[in-house]
């Protein structure tokens, strides 16, 4: 019996490290990840800044504006809501679609996930600029960022890269393409 056991312990640990030698590693994810994001970008136009005013070009022609620091998050306003914003721990609804990017890069089917599609679905909320519950961080504060600088019932079109994502996506190191419209509560 244990003449069958050392050469089977040895098997297990070549191909353990077989395996381990053809997976990425983190920056190496991210250096792929910054890759699709700028090859999506680069069929876009794109706006290094906020405008000043905050007024933004609208429209699905529109650009992508990068609206966060780390450039994790570019912002395509199809629709810039109302002039009323949302203050600090506001419930905020929303519906959305996402699409992986990489579905972008090596073609065919990107079919969206998300709620946008279907009415019945349970309500989706954030409270506004609160990251310390849950419910707001569940989705990522990169889906937020909007709402700081647009009106409720605005829709744009998220590039929303890993670190700005939801935390379960932030391992995996997949950008995400989403179209989210804004709700204020109505109650």
């Known amino acids: 019996m244990k003449r069958y056991i050392l050469p089977l312990v040895s098997i297990a640990v070549m191909l353990g490290l077989a395996s381990c030698s053809d997976s990425k590693s983190y920056s190496e994810l ?3 990840e910054n890759h699709i994001v700028n090859d999506f970008l680069s069929q876009h136009r794109l706006v290094d800044n906020i405008p000043s005013d905050t007024v933004f070009e609208v429209g699905p022609d529109a650009p992508y504006y990068c609206v966060e620091d780390e450039g994790n998050v570019y912002m395509q ?4 809501g109302t002039d009323e914003r949302p203050s600090y721990n506001d419930r905020v609804y929303f519906r959305y679609m996402r699409y992986n990017l990489n579905g972008y890069v090596v073609g065919g089917d990107n079919v969206g996930g998300g709620n946008a599609d279907n009415m019945n679905s349970g309500s989706t909320f954030f409270l506004f600029g609160n990251e310390y519950v849950e419910t707001s961080t569940q989705y990522g504060m990169g ?3 909007p709402m700081k600088l647009l009106g409720y019932n605005a829709k744009v079109n998220l590039v929303i890269k890993s670190q700005a994502g939801p935390t379960a996506d932030m391992s995996y190191v997949v950008p995400y393409l989403y179209t989210i419209s ?4 109505v109650i």
């Open 30 to 32: 991210l250096t792929e």
């Open 77 to 80: 306003v199809l629709d810039a």
């Open 143 to 145: 889906i937020q960022i």
């Open 182 to 185: 804004y709700y204020k509560p």
